[in-house]
């Protein structure tokens, strides 16, 4: 059964930090690309950060220096880490899965980030 599933949404303040994690199962964890996606009210779902099979990471412009992405492939699980948040990062944060190789990509049910100023 393909789970995805996130965890460590909720409320922030302006400036705050948030960690979320997604958990993985039923899926080639160890061969995917995994990363973050958010969606904010009104606008199209972007990419917010990626992490390759051997590591190498990608960032959107407007979260550099601000976020980073890690993987651990023992738990299957990857995480977002968030700091220096601000209003403009208020989302539905996605986790995501793509097989390299592939044009499967697979989603968890989103967790909202709401950050106050």
């Known amino acids: 059964q393909v789970q995805l599933v996130e965890s460590g949404g909720g409320q922030v303040q302006d400036g705050g930090i948030m960690t979320l994690s997604c958990v993985i199962s039923?899926?080639?964890?160890?061969?995917?690309?995994v990363g973050w996606y958010r969606q904010a009210p009104g606008r199209q779902r972007e990419s917010v950060a990626s992490?390759?099979?051997?590591?190498?990471?990608n960032l959107a412009a407007a979260v550099k220096g601000r976020f980073a992405i890690s993987r651990d492939n023992d738990k299957s699980t990857v995480y977002l880490r968030m700091g220096r948040l601000r209003p403009d990062d208020t989302a539905v944060y996605y986790c995501?899965?793509?097989?390299?190789?592939?044009?499967?990509?697979?989603w968890g049910q989103g967790t909202p980030v709401a950050v106050s100023s």
């Open positions: 995501h899965l793509r097989p390299i190789g592939t044009d499967d990509h697979y």
């Open positions: 039923g899926l080639p964890f160890e061969d995917s690309e």
């Open positions: 992490v390759m099979p051997g590591g190498t990471t």
